[in-house]
């Protein structure tokens, strides 16, 4: 079946130390999407990639990073994770422009902690 | 921001009950979305509509859209056990990418 992965489900990490979570997708979606989700809150877009064009929400502090090597996978880095950084991390891809109607799916999550 | 309002944030139910909730936005939209999201999983799509719709079905789902007063409900007839998550709506706006989440409604529904 057409999915979304995520690797790891749970990432245990160190304050301080860099960390990467991977996404990866079998359906061929332009759209890949990165968000942070804490408890009970509604998920927080990071950024997200049309293709190879990255788009930045403004206020991602500058510790999130991202790269798309390929229309497949897309990647999270966290340069200095720090407490307030543990959170479930989401990733979505679609079609194409949401603004054209397109539904997005959805990974499992990375529960990410901070130790 | 554009961030939607959900009310109630929580709803307790019987099985074979109706639950609705309602989904408050503050900017104009391009379309309404409403996902699923169970407890420690990623989200699931389930029912979009447009600014020029007013009204959607799909299944025992039910949802509206009021463009005037900024506002869509989501109604889910027949309650089960298996209905309980969270639902989040979320609006797309603008020529973006990218859609704007609500704070979500807790849905319990009890057997």
């Known amino acids: 079946d057409a999915m979304v992965i995520q690797n790891p489900r749970y990432q245990v990490t160190q304050f301080g130390k860099p960390v990467t979570l991977s996404c990866s997708q079998t359906l061929n979606h332009n759209v890949m999407y990165w968000y942070q989700q804490k408890s009970s809150q509604a998920p927080k877009l990071l950024f997200h990639?049309?293709?190879?064009?990255?788009?930045n929400e403004a206020d991602t502090p500058d510790n999130f990073q991202s790269r798309r090597p390929n229309t497949s996978f897309c990647f999270l880095d966290i340069r200095s994770p720090g407490l307030g950084d543990a959170a479930m991390y989401l990733c979505a891809t679609s079609r194409d422009a949401a603004g054209k109607g397109n539904e997005q799916y959805f990974g499992p999550g990375t529960r990410l902690t901070v130790t | 921001s554009q961030q939607g309002e959900e009310d109630p944030q929580a709803l307790s139910i019987q099985e074979g009950e109706n639950a609705t909730m309602n989904c408050s936005y503050k900017t104009s939209i391009n379309n309404l979305q409403w996902y699923r999201q169970n407890s420690g999983r990623g989200l699931v799509h389930l029912i979009l509509i447009r600014s020029n719709e007013r009204e959607k079905h799909s299944g025992r789902l039910r949802v509206t859209l009021d463009t005037s007063k900024k506002s869509s409900s989501l109604l889910i007839t027949a309650s089960r056990a298996a209905d309980t998550a969270s639902y989040f709506c979320?609006?797309?706006?603008?020529?973006?990418?990218?859609?704007?989440f609500g704070t979500g409604t807790q849905l319990k529904v009890e057997l």
């Open positions: 990639y049309y293709d190879k064009d990255f788009n």
């Open positions: 979320a609006t797309e706006a603008g020529g973006g990418n990218k859609l704007t």
